[in-house]
């Protein structure tokens, strides 16, 4: 089975968190910074937590269409993602999400969430890990 990509997002980020990132569509253009400094701007935290929580709703609006089922628009997925430092492992991320879906009963609420928990690609980045790969830029 081979794979069709979808979509490729470029971002080309200067300065790390204290810089800017900005994607060769100029879709997005934001400052970054170091979380809890007060600075302006946002982090790589908030930005991963605002990509799995939107994807995650899209996965959950899939769920319950397979379903029949029409999501109220008052379903919300609240992320949390934590930057922690250990020390054996060093830096790492941990996260949730709270998922909100008023009038839905609760089983069938927790079968829209087990469903979307296994189709969104965050979701599996999260469980599986993601095929990545880091290489020096020019280098062939």
Known sequence: MTAKTLFTAHVHTVGGRE?????????????????GSNRPG?????LFAAGWSACFEGALAN?????GIRLPPETAVDAEVNLSLG???????TARLD???PGIAVDIAQQL????????????MTRNGIDASVVLAGAA
């Open 63 to 67: 769920a319950a269409r397979e379903q």
């Open 99 to 101: 998922v909100s879906i």
């Open 113 to 124: 969430i087990d469903r979307a928990h296994a189709t969104c690609p965050y979701s599996k």
């Open 19 to 35: 810089g800017w990132a900005k994607s060769s569509d100029d879709q997005l253009d934001v400052k970054l910074s170091v979380p």
């Open 42 to 46: 946002t982090n790589p935290e908030q």
């Open 87 to 93: 020390d054996v492992e060093g830096y790492f991320l």
